[in-house]
Structure formats: C-alpha cells, structure tokens
C-alpha cells in the first residue's frame, strides 16, 4: 500500500508543477482527509497527514515553506523510485 499512496501523491505534485500544500492536496485526494489513518496507534487526525508525514521521513518528500510561512511538499530525493514503481 505505501507504494500506490507514494505515487499518488507524488503524481499530484507533478501534475500540479509546483510545491503542494495540504489544501492543493485536499483537492485532488479529498477521502484521504476522510479516511483514518492505516495505523490506528498514530497521532494522525487521518490518512493525508499519516502519509505525508511518513513520505518525509523517507526522504521521498520535503518540506518547503511559502512567503506566507505555510508549509508545501516538494518531491525529494528518494521519489524518483516511487515514481518508476507507478510506471511499471
């Protein structure tokens, strides 16, 4: 599952060409806000936060922050293999 909820996100920061914030996310992935997170021990409120968390610390994500001080993703430099698992 991590490898199809990696390409999922990473294709919606490719698709929109430019850091994503959660809201940019929200829009294209809307369940995921809905959802629970996979792990029930966390301390995420749902499945977006769960997931993108852990796509930073895998190095498959980073964190930028706008002139507004929000925080938006950007792809790292472990997405490369999330995105040729997606390919393929």
Do not use: C, F
Not at 9 to 29: E, F, K, Q
Not at 63 to 87: E, F, I, K, L
């Amino acid at each position: 599952m991590k490898e199809k909820d990696y390409a999922s996100i990473l294709s919606v920061i490719d698709r929109l060409g430019r850091p994503a914030g959660t809201a940019d996310l929200g829009r294209y992935r809307r369940r995921w806000l809905e959802y629970s997170p996979r792990d029930a021990k966390s301390s995420y409120r749902n499945r977006m936060e769960e997931v993108l968390a852990q796509m930073v610390q895998d190095g498959v994500l980073q964190t930028v922050h706008t002139a507004r001080a929000a925080v938006a993703y950007v792809a790292g430099p472990n997405a490369a293999t999330y995105r040729q698992s997606a390919a393929a």
